[in-house]
């Protein structure tokens, strides 16, 4: 069965440093892997996926993620954190030739960002 | 253009009592997708419908809950007999008509339930 694991609840970064947001993964074969974002009040936004190809993927608002497949990871990264960017991030896995069937979702990360 | 939409936004509700939630989904998405949004649980997914096909019901927890969408469009999720653990947010997605796993699912805003 796959599965993904984030294994921070929060994260706490100052403003303008760099942030990571942690995700690892597990499924037989390779992988589809996904990024959303959900601001306070709101619905999950999609940032970005991983696909096939290049390892590092660039999403929404600068953020960019690197998959590792030796490692089973999907890192979210960010060179320079904005106080905006403070909201819960989840981490999305889905299985090749499985359709658009629904994603599995990590339990989610809280992104705290502090001027 | 408009994404998904749900209504209500909010639902205060009496234990026993059922809740119909609804969902849009953005225009020509064939795939319908119920999550659940627990605190501390990240999403669990419900019901997923895909065009005509039979949906798959494999996440619903009980028999208390169903859901429906007439004309491949809107859906509704019931809950019958709510109790004080279906308290959550429960978000509806849409995919485009594609088959395949690299689709995107966009999210509505959720509908947050309170059962008292």
């Known amino acids: 069965a796959q599965s993904v694991a984030q294994p921070e609840d929060q994260v706490n970064v100052a403003e303008g440093n760099p942030l990571t947001v942690k995700c690892t993964y597990s499924v037989s074969g390779n992988p589809y892997l996904f990024w959303y974002v959900q601001y306070p009040n709101r619905g999950l936004q999609f940032l970005l996926k991983?696909?096939?190809?290049?390892?590092l993927v660039k999403g929404s608002y600068g953020f960019k993620a690197e998959f590792n497949k030796s490692q089973t990871s999907f890192h979210l990264k960010k060179p320079s954190a904005l106080v905006s960017d403070s909201a819960l991030y989840f981490c999305?896995?889905?299985?090749?030739?499985?359709?658009?069937?629904?994603?599995?979702f990590g339990k989610g990360t809280r992104l705290s960002v502090i001027a | 253009g408009a994404g998904v939409s749900q209504s209500p936004s909010n639902k205060v509700t009496e234990k026993g009592k059922d809740v119909e939630l609804r969902c849009d989904p953005i225009s020509g998405h064939t795939a319908l997708y119920w999550y659940r949004q627990s605190l501390g649980q990240g999403l669990e997914f419900l019901i997923y419908f895909q065009g005509n096909s039979a949906p798959d019901k494999s996440g619903l927890p009980s028999d208390r809950f169903s859901a429906e969408r007439t004309g491949g469009s809107v859906s509704t999720l019931t809950i019958q007999r709510t109790q004080q653990e279906d308290s959550a947010v429960y978000l509806c997605a849409s995919s485009p008509p594609g088959q395949g796993a690299w689709e995107t699912q966009y999210f509505g805003p959720g509908t947050r339930l309170l059962v008292l």
């Open positions: 991983y696909i096939t190809g290049d390892n």
């Open positions: 999305a896995v889905r299985v090749p030739y499985s359709g658009n069937t629904p994603l599995v």
